[in-house]
T-cell receptor, first 112, second 116 residues
Framework: DQQVKQNSPSLSVQEGRISILNCDYT??????FLWYKKYPAEGPTFLIS?????DKNEDGRFTVFLNKSAKHLSLHIVPSQPGDSAVYFC???????????FGAGTILRVKS | NAGVMQNPRHLVRRRGQEARLRCSPM?????VYWYRQLPEEGLKFMVY????????ESGMPKERFSAEFPKEGPSILRIQQVVRGDSAAYFC??????????????FGSGTQLSVL
Protein backbone atom coordinates (compact mmCIF):
# COMPACT_ATOMS: atom_id res chain seq x y z
CA ASP A 1 0.00 0.00 0.00
CA GLN A 2 1.95 2.98 -1.31
CA GLN A 3 0.60 6.00 0.51
CA VAL A 4 3.23 8.28 -1.01
CA LYS A 5 4.03 7.88 -4.69
CA GLN A 6 6.72 9.36 -6.84
CA ASN A 7 5.80 8.14 -10.29
CA SER A 8 8.90 9.35 -12.11
CA PRO A 9 11.89 7.16 -11.30
CA SER A 10 14.25 9.60 -12.95
CA LEU A 11 14.47 13.08 -14.41
CA SER A 12 17.15 14.67 -16.56
CA VAL A 13 17.45 18.47 -16.79
CA GLN A 14 19.88 20.88 -18.36
CA GLU A 15 21.89 23.10 -16.03
CA GLY A 16 20.18 26.43 -15.48
CA ARG A 17 16.70 25.14 -16.29
CA ILE A 18 13.92 24.29 -13.87
CA SER A 19 13.60 20.84 -12.29
CA ILE A 20 10.12 19.78 -11.23
CA LEU A 21 9.73 16.70 -9.08
CA ASN A 22 6.26 15.41 -8.33
CA CYS A 23 4.71 13.48 -5.50
CA ASP A 24 1.19 12.17 -4.87
CA TYR A 25 -0.28 10.88 -1.64
CA THR A 26 -3.43 8.98 -0.76
CA UNK A 27 -3.80 9.40 2.99
CA UNK A 28 -5.92 12.45 3.78
CA UNK A 29 -4.61 12.38 7.37
CA UNK A 30 -1.19 13.53 6.23
CA UNK A 31 -0.69 17.14 7.16
CA UNK A 32 3.04 17.71 6.89
CA PHE A 33 5.21 17.08 3.87
CA LEU A 34 8.95 17.08 3.38
CA TRP A 35 11.54 16.64 0.69
CA TYR A 36 14.83 14.93 1.39
CA LYS A 37 17.86 14.76 -0.85
CA LYS A 38 20.21 11.80 -0.88
CA TYR A 39 23.63 11.34 -2.39
CA PRO A 40 25.10 7.85 -2.91
CA ALA A 41 26.55 6.29 0.24
CA GLU A 42 25.07 9.04 2.41
CA GLY A 43 21.94 9.38 4.47
CA PRO A 44 19.00 11.57 3.40
CA THR A 45 19.34 15.26 4.12
CA PHE A 46 16.35 17.44 4.89
CA LEU A 47 15.70 19.96 2.13
CA ILE A 48 12.38 21.72 2.60
CA SER A 49 8.98 21.12 4.15
CA UNK A 50 5.42 22.40 4.01
CA UNK A 51 2.48 22.28 6.35
CA UNK A 52 -0.98 21.53 5.04
CA UNK A 53 -2.15 24.99 6.05
CA UNK A 54 0.07 26.43 3.32
CA ASP A 55 0.18 25.91 -0.41
CA LYS A 56 3.71 27.15 -1.03
CA ASN A 57 7.01 27.33 0.78
CA GLU A 58 10.17 28.78 -0.66
CA ASP A 59 13.81 28.52 0.38
CA GLY A 60 16.32 29.94 -2.04
CA ARG A 61 16.30 27.93 -5.25
CA PHE A 62 13.84 25.42 -3.80
CA THR A 63 10.06 25.84 -3.72
CA VAL A 64 7.51 23.28 -2.65
CA PHE A 65 3.89 23.55 -3.79
CA LEU A 66 1.03 21.69 -2.15
CA ASN A 67 -2.36 21.03 -3.74
CA LYS A 68 -4.43 19.45 -1.00
CA SER A 69 -7.53 18.85 -3.11
CA ALA A 70 -5.45 16.88 -5.61
CA LYS A 71 -3.28 15.31 -2.88
CA HIS A 72 -0.26 16.40 -4.86
CA LEU A 73 2.93 18.22 -4.12
CA SER A 74 5.85 19.25 -6.22
CA LEU A 75 9.39 20.46 -5.69
CA HIS A 76 10.75 23.11 -8.03
CA ILE A 77 14.47 23.75 -8.29
CA VAL A 78 15.47 26.79 -10.26
CA PRO A 79 18.02 27.26 -11.61
CA SER A 80 19.17 23.65 -11.51
CA GLN A 81 22.85 23.01 -10.85
CA PRO A 82 24.98 19.90 -11.43
CA GLY A 83 25.42 19.57 -7.65
CA ASP A 84 21.66 19.06 -7.39
CA SER A 85 22.06 15.64 -9.02
CA ALA A 86 20.85 13.22 -6.36
CA VAL A 87 17.87 11.11 -5.35
CA TYR A 88 14.96 13.16 -4.04
CA PHE A 89 12.49 11.62 -1.64
CA CYS A 90 9.08 12.98 -0.85
CA UNK A 91 7.84 12.16 2.67
CA UNK A 92 4.68 12.76 4.65
CA UNK A 93 3.52 12.56 8.23
CA UNK A 94 0.31 12.77 10.18
CA UNK A 95 -0.54 14.84 13.22
CA UNK A 96 1.44 12.73 15.65
CA UNK A 97 4.48 13.34 13.52
CA UNK A 98 6.71 10.64 14.86
CA UNK A 99 7.21 8.70 11.67
CA UNK A 100 7.60 9.57 8.04
CA UNK A 101 6.15 7.75 5.04
CA PHE A 102 8.54 8.00 2.12
CA GLY A 103 8.04 7.77 -1.60
CA ALA A 104 10.36 5.57 -3.68
CA GLY A 105 12.44 8.53 -4.81
CA THR A 106 13.26 10.28 -8.08
CA ILE A 107 16.79 10.35 -9.46
CA LEU A 108 17.57 13.84 -10.71
CA ARG A 109 20.43 14.32 -13.17
CA VAL A 110 21.43 17.86 -14.00
CA LYS A 111 23.57 18.01 -17.12
CA SER A 112 26.14 20.74 -17.58
CA ASN B 1 30.98 17.75 13.79
CA ALA B 2 29.21 14.97 15.66
CA GLY B 3 26.39 13.99 13.35
CA VAL B 4 24.43 10.75 13.56
CA MET B 5 27.00 7.97 13.54
CA GLN B 6 26.18 4.51 12.30
CA ASN B 7 28.43 1.51 12.30
CA PRO B 8 29.39 -0.58 10.64
CA ARG B 9 28.93 0.99 7.20
CA HIS B 10 28.86 -2.42 5.60
CA LEU B 11 27.97 -5.70 7.26
CA VAL B 12 28.07 -9.11 5.62
CA ARG B 13 26.36 -12.02 7.28
CA ARG B 14 25.56 -15.58 6.29
CA ARG B 15 22.01 -16.85 6.56
CA GLY B 16 21.18 -17.75 10.15
CA GLN B 17 23.71 -15.42 11.74
CA GLU B 18 22.90 -12.38 13.85
CA ALA B 19 23.33 -8.79 12.71
CA ARG B 20 23.84 -5.89 15.13
CA LEU B 21 23.61 -2.37 13.81
CA ARG B 22 24.63 0.57 15.97
CA CYS B 23 23.52 4.16 15.97
CA SER B 24 24.82 7.04 18.05
CA PRO B 25 22.47 10.02 17.75
CA MET B 26 23.60 13.58 17.49
CA UNK B 27 24.73 15.15 20.72
CA UNK B 28 21.73 16.32 22.69
CA UNK B 29 19.27 14.18 20.78
CA UNK B 30 17.24 11.71 22.77
CA UNK B 31 14.93 10.41 20.04
CA VAL B 32 16.04 7.74 17.60
CA TYR B 33 14.30 6.31 14.54
CA TRP B 34 15.27 3.33 12.42
CA TYR B 35 14.32 3.07 8.75
CA ARG B 36 15.01 0.37 6.18
CA GLN B 37 15.47 0.89 2.46
CA LEU B 38 15.07 -2.09 0.18
CA PRO B 39 16.42 -1.86 -3.38
CA GLU B 40 14.35 0.39 -5.65
CA GLU B 41 12.13 1.46 -2.76
CA GLY B 42 11.82 4.37 -0.40
CA LEU B 43 12.72 4.31 3.26
CA LYS B 44 10.28 2.40 5.44
CA PHE B 45 9.79 3.29 9.11
CA MET B 46 10.68 0.52 11.52
CA VAL B 47 10.83 1.80 15.08
CA TYR B 48 10.95 4.96 17.18
CA UNK B 49 12.76 4.97 20.52
CA UNK B 50 13.58 7.32 23.31
CA UNK B 51 16.11 6.55 25.99
CA UNK B 52 15.13 3.21 27.53
CA UNK B 53 11.70 3.25 25.86
CA UNK B 54 10.21 1.93 22.65
CA UNK B 55 7.62 4.48 21.59
CA UNK B 56 6.41 3.04 18.29
CA GLU B 57 7.48 -0.27 16.79
CA SER B 58 4.66 -0.59 14.30
CA GLY B 59 7.08 -0.98 11.40
CA MET B 60 9.15 -3.75 12.92
CA PRO B 61 8.74 -7.31 11.63
CA LYS B 62 7.12 -9.42 14.33
CA GLU B 63 9.94 -11.92 14.55
CA ARG B 64 13.74 -11.80 14.62
CA PHE B 65 13.97 -8.00 14.84
CA SER B 66 14.47 -6.01 18.02
CA ALA B 67 15.70 -2.56 18.95
CA GLU B 68 16.91 -0.85 22.06
CA PHE B 69 18.19 2.55 23.12
CA PRO B 70 19.78 2.14 26.54
CA LYS B 71 20.43 4.91 29.01
CA GLU B 72 24.10 4.76 28.14
CA GLY B 73 25.49 3.90 24.75
CA PRO B 74 24.19 3.70 21.21
CA SER B 75 20.89 2.45 19.92
CA ILE B 76 21.09 -1.11 18.64
CA LEU B 77 19.02 -2.74 15.93
CA ARG B 78 19.36 -6.49 16.21
CA ILE B 79 18.35 -9.00 13.57
CA GLN B 80 18.49 -12.63 14.57
CA GLN B 81 18.80 -15.54 12.13
CA VAL B 82 19.15 -13.28 9.12
CA VAL B 83 17.69 -14.28 5.77
CA ARG B 84 18.49 -12.97 2.29
CA GLY B 85 15.40 -10.76 2.36
CA ASP B 86 16.94 -8.77 5.21
CA SER B 87 19.57 -7.41 2.82
CA ALA B 88 18.96 -3.67 2.73
CA ALA B 89 20.27 -0.30 3.80
CA TYR B 90 19.34 0.50 7.39
CA PHE B 91 19.24 4.16 8.32
CA CYS B 92 19.11 5.68 11.75
CA UNK B 93 17.84 9.19 12.39
CA UNK B 94 17.72 11.31 15.50
CA UNK B 95 15.89 14.39 16.69
CA UNK B 96 16.06 16.55 19.79
CA UNK B 97 12.42 16.59 20.70
CA UNK B 98 9.05 14.97 20.32
CA UNK B 99 6.02 16.25 18.51
CA UNK B 100 6.91 17.96 15.27
CA UNK B 101 10.16 16.10 15.05
CA UNK B 102 10.09 15.48 11.34
CA UNK B 103 11.54 18.76 10.31
CA UNK B 104 14.59 18.08 12.38
CA UNK B 105 15.26 14.46 11.57
CA UNK B 106 18.98 14.01 11.00
CA PHE B 107 19.99 10.80 9.26
CA GLY B 108 23.15 8.78 9.52
CA SER B 109 24.94 7.40 6.48
CA GLY B 110 23.36 4.00 6.94
CA THR B 111 24.50 0.41 7.32
CA GLN B 112 24.37 -1.73 4.21
CA LEU B 113 23.55 -5.27 5.29
CA SER B 114 24.27 -8.06 2.85
CA VAL B 115 23.13 -11.58 3.65
CA LEU B 116 24.88 -14.34 1.73
Amino acid sequence: DQQVKQNSPSLSVQEGRISILNCDYTNSMFDYFLWYKKYPAEGPTFLISISSIKDKNEDGRFTVFLNKSAKHLSLHIVPSQPGDSAVYFCAASGRRGNKLVFGAGTILRVKS
Amino acid sequence: NAGVMQNPRHLVRRRGQEARLRCSPMKGHSHVYWYRQLPEEGLKFMVYLQKENIIDESGMPKERFSAEFPKEGPSILRIQQVVRGDSAAYFCASSPRQGRTNEKLFFGSGTQLSVL
